[in-house]
Every structure is written in structure tokens, then in C-alpha cells.
């Protein structure tokens, strides 16, 4: 069994997979600050009602971005969380992927810009959507289709295995967060 996670959007969703069986529990949650609590949660109904038990994975896996910076660590901490203290492999896959492996994909970036990505090319950034049908989300974009940890099952094929502590999230832009203009230490005083 394979127990995913998908938390680079707004819904958090969890599922647990059998690769021969397919789908054998999905969970989503709308939580677009919260999706580790949505994820723990999700967790215990996928226990009590399908009684699966994340000690029996075989596997974690996680969406590996692009998305929420702070959403993307959510579910790759989780994956790498588990793997470790079960001493099973973690895999990854984008979000583009877990929308549609094989379309036009467009996703949010930042300051009204899309990430897209056409099958077996680069994303690149952009602030106009293409005139060609497409999924994802973000403005202007209907209906909107979230990343899916379901959607791990047909990716199957494609998941690479590592262990848990190399696992780690993928960007295609750096994170927009600020260095502070003085060292921590020093803001603090002397006697601090």
C-alpha cells in the first residue's frame, strides 16, 4: 500500500493506493492554511473507516510543487516524516502531474502569473494563459482542478524511490521570503 499526500494547494487530500487494486481510500479537505492538521485528520478517517494503518505503507509519497511554499513542505515533511519512522521509501510527484500527466496544466505562480506546462516540456512562468484547452487553477481558470493525492495511482509507473532524508521539494522560482536586514543575534542587545 501507498499512503500520498497532496498539499500544494488550497485542498489537502490523502490516499491510500494498492498497485494492483487502485484506490482504496481518498480523503480532501479544503485547507488552505492548515493542510498538516487537514492531512492528521484525514489520516485517522481513513483508519476508522476503511481500517488501513499507516504503519502498513510500503511506500509515502508526496506533491513535490510546484505550489504554496509553505504547503509543498507540509506534505514532502509528512512523507519523509513517516518513511522515517517506518523505514520505508518516499517518491514524489509535481503538481502538474497530479492534475493531468498528459495536458495543458496551468497553475498560480506569484504576482498575477501561471506556471504552465505542456507534456514532456519545461514549465515556464507567464502572465497570459494560453489559448488552448487546459486544467489547473488559479484566475480565470473553470473549473478549477486541484492537485490530487489519487492521482498517484496513475503514476504508478513513474515514481522513483528514495529514502525519506533525501527527499526533498522541488521549485521552479525561489521562495519569496525576506532575509532579515540585521543577524538575528544582533537585533537582540547584548545583555538579549
Known sequence: MIIAFSTSSAQASVAAIHRESGLLWQGREHAPQGASGA?????????????????????????????????????????????????????????????????????????????????????????????????????????????DAAGFFELLDRLVAVDAMSFVPEYLIEPSISIPKKPYASSLGAGG
Do not use: H, W
Open 39 to 147: 492531512c492528521l485528520r484525514l489520516l485517522e478517517v481513513m483508519g476508522q473507516d476503511a481500517g488501513l494503518r499507516i504503519e502498513d505503507a510500503e511506500l509515502f509519497a508526496a506533491d513535490i510543487g510546484p505550489g504554496s511554499f509553505t504547503g509543498v513542505r507540509v506534505g514532502v515533511t509528512l512523507a519523509k516524516t513517516f518513511g522515517y519512522l517506518y523505514g520505508k521509501p518516499v517518491a514524489g510527484a509535481s503538481s502538474f502531474d497530479l492534475i493531468s500527466a498528459d495536458g495543458v496544466v496551468a497553475l498560480p505562480s506569484k504576482k498575477n502569473e501561471f506556471f504552465v506546462r505542456r507534456p514532456g516540456l519545461t514549465p515556464y512562468r507567464t502572465a497570459e494563459l494560453p489559448f488552448e484547452p487546459l486544467v489547473g487553477f488559479g484566475p480565470g481558470i473553470e473549473p478549477q482542478t486541484f492537485p
